[in-house]
């Protein structure tokens, strides 16, 4: 197949974007770089710069070329951002995937693979999270990428729009191989793993523990962690799957969870070396709990993550963190 990938120079995308090609996948990426370098664009994919809010290039794009579908993954993803500006995460995240899907209807292109998050349950009624829970987004992140899941379950139903919306829990971990090492990096830097990693190797004083009088084991917020191989796997899956299906959704997780503490614990072990912590106060909007049930897209389309042990997925980060930082 030829698929389009926007958002391909990030560090999701990018992974499984490599996945595509490996699979055997003709790859198309469109980012226009703002949170992406160059340099980690998959050397195998063509790559064509550009913003999805400019949907005259993407039909462009599209009538030039046979596509036989689209993963989606161009967004801006800090929460805590998304609380001081709402307006440009409605912007970038729903505003900018209504001028893709205009684009893919106006030339017919019928299959897409969205990039949704679990920040669309926000505090969860019970755990785990099966798919069928209440969806009510506590941060605004959550909520641009809930009004693009109404806007597909519309355009399925009125244009026959075939697609999968994939609801990722805590994306981790780091790919290193012949084609090169992609890791997790943001700018500014915000997830856990890769914060506690820099600690390890002397780039940060320590890592702030938001929070310790959270209903859990040790007072710590508890995440469920994927590894971005695991997660690459479950795109290809549901992209070959809408050959035959219409409308999918799934959660994406390990289907276990660990709190804050045992992730540094974890770090500690993987890398040898200290970690310092700071204990602050709770953060707005940060759940007690989220932990994913995969069991729907285990049971109906046999993926299971490959990476289920937390200091497996740690030391994969570690390999790439030295890697990137020359330690």
């Known amino acids: 197949m030829r698929v389009l990938v926007t958002g391909g120079a990030g560090y999701i995308g990018g992974t499984v974007a490599n996945a595509l090609l490996d699979d055997g996948h ?8 703002c949170h992406a370098r160059r340099d980690l664009i998959p050397a195998r994919a063509e790559f064509v710069e550009g913003d999805l809010a400019d949907r005259s290039k993407l039909e462009g794009l599209f009538r030039a070329r046979s596509f036989d579908g689209v993963m989606h993954f161009a967004a801006l993803i800090e929460a805590g951002e998304s609380m001081k500006h709402p307006e440009v995460y409605f912007r970038n995240n729903t505003a900018s995937t209504l001028s893709l899907l205009e684009a893919m209807i106006a030339t017919k292109v019928e299959r897409l693979v969205f990039s949704s998050t679990a920040a669309v349950y926000g505090e969860p009624e019970s755990t785990p999270i099966r798919e069928d829970a209440k969806l009510q987004p506590t941060n605004t992140y959550g909520e641009s ?80 962690y994927i590894h971005v191989s695991d997660l690459a796997k479950a795109h290809l899956l549901a992209l070959k799957t809408l050959a035959t299906r219409e409308r999918l959704i799934y959660n994406l997780g390990n289907g276990r969870g660990f709190t804050v503490r ?34 729907k897209i285990t049971s109906e389309l046999g993926w299971s993550p490959d990476y289920r042990d937390l200091d497996e997925i740690i030391a994969s980060a570690w390999a790439w963190h030295q890697l990137r930082f020359g330690s």
């Not at 003709?26 to 770089?33: A, F, P, T």
């Not at 990722?168 to 012949?178: E, H, I, K, R, S």
């Not at 540094?264 to 912590?277: F, L």
């Not at 106060?281 to 989220?290: N, T, W």
């Open 26 to 33: 003709e790859v198309v990426i469109y980012d226009n770089l």
């Open 145 to 224: 990428k809930l009004l693009v899941e109404h806007m597909l379950r519309w355009i399925h139903q009125i244009h026959g729009l075939r697609y999968a919306s994939l609801r990722y829990f805590n994306v981790a971990g780091a790919v290193v191989n012949a084609d090169g090492a992609r890791g997790e990096a943001h700018e500014p830097e915000s997830h856990l793993i890769p914060l506690v990693l820099d600690v390890a190797l002397g780039l940060r004083k320590n890592i702030k523990i938001f929070g310790q009088d959270y209903p859990t084991p040790d007072g710590t917020c508890i995440r469920d």
């Open 262 to 295: 045992e992730v540094i614990d974890s770090a500690r072990r993987v890398t040898g070396r200290p970690i310092e912590v700071e204990e602050l106060p709770r953060r707005p909007g940060d759940p007690a709990v989220l932990v994913a049930s995969s069991e």
